[in-house]
């Protein structure tokens, strides 16, 4: 199974790329929202985890364009996030 990460934060890409991948999972590492796109646009995944923000970008912005691209549609998007309190996360 292939697992795009993505993530403006690199201690937080290497501690989840660690994790996964110590449980066989390949895992794809991504700090900026255009190389989430081109990656996605050329290579299947199998999931997706998205941070809240990327680059500049939140990660709302990237499922909105990651739905609209037809054979994406049904690929998981999970959001992961470092807020803690429920008013944070409404977006």
């Known amino acids: 199974m292939r ?4 993530d403006k934060d690199r201690s937080v890409l290497a501690l989840v790329s660690a994790r996964l991948t110590a449980r066989g999972y390949e895992v794809v590492e991504v700090t900026e929202k ?3 796109l081109r990656y996605l646009d050329t290579e299947p995944v199998d ?9 500049r970008y939140g990660g709302t912005y990237l499922i ?3 739905r609209k691209r ?3 549609t ?3 998007v ?8 429920l008013a944070e996360l409404m977006v």
């Open 3 to 6: 697992i795009l990460v993505a």
């Open 34 to 36: 255009e190389d989430v």
């Open 47 to 55: 999931l997706v985890l998205l941070a809240t923000e990327v680059d």
């Open 64 to 66: 909105d364009h990651i």
């Open 70 to 72: 037809p054979h994406l």
């Open 74 to 76: 049904t690929v998981p």
């Open 78 to 85: 999970i959001m992961m996030t470092e807020k803690d309190h």
